[in-house]
């Protein structure tokens, strides 16, 4: 299947910035799309951004104007470049892959957390 594996959490003060990776391996040629997910403490498990095969971004509102996503050719690496960070944006963040438009693969998560 696909294997990911997220990097680049930690902490950071209000206003600053992180940039997180997610390196995938394996069936990668087969993925439709890729996307970041972030669970906060008691909180479900909810979208943060998404990009298409053709490149193509969504965001959650919550992040529009403050996160970018991107991707290297061939799905081998997605990244999360996140500005301007608040507090609420605190939460594990998970690397997510669908393949065949129906096969979920899933990171570990790496934690983000904003003090202040």
């Known amino acids: 299947q696909v294997q990911l594996v997220e990097s680049g959490g930690g902490l950071v003060q209000a206003g600053g910035s992180l940039r997180l990776s997610c390196a995938a391996s394996?069936?990668?040629?087969?993925?439709?799309?890729m996307a970041w997910y972030r669970q906060a403490p008691g909180q479900q498990r909810g979208l943060v951004a998404r990009?298409?095969?053709?490149?193509?971004?969504t965001y959650a509102e919550s992040v529009k104007g403050r996160f970018t996503m991107s991707r290297d050719r061939g799905w081998n690496t997605v990244y999360l470049q996140m500005n301007s960070l608040k507090p609420e944006d605190t939460a594990v963040y998970f690397c997510?892959?669908?393949?065949?438009?129906?096969?979920?693969?899933w990171g570990q998560g790496t934690q983000v957390t904003v003090s202040s």
């Open positions: 394996g069936t990668t040629s087969s993925i439709n799309a």
């Open positions: 997510n892959a669908v393949r065949f438009a129906t096969y979920n693969s």
């Open positions: 990009i298409s095969t053709q490149g193509t971004t």
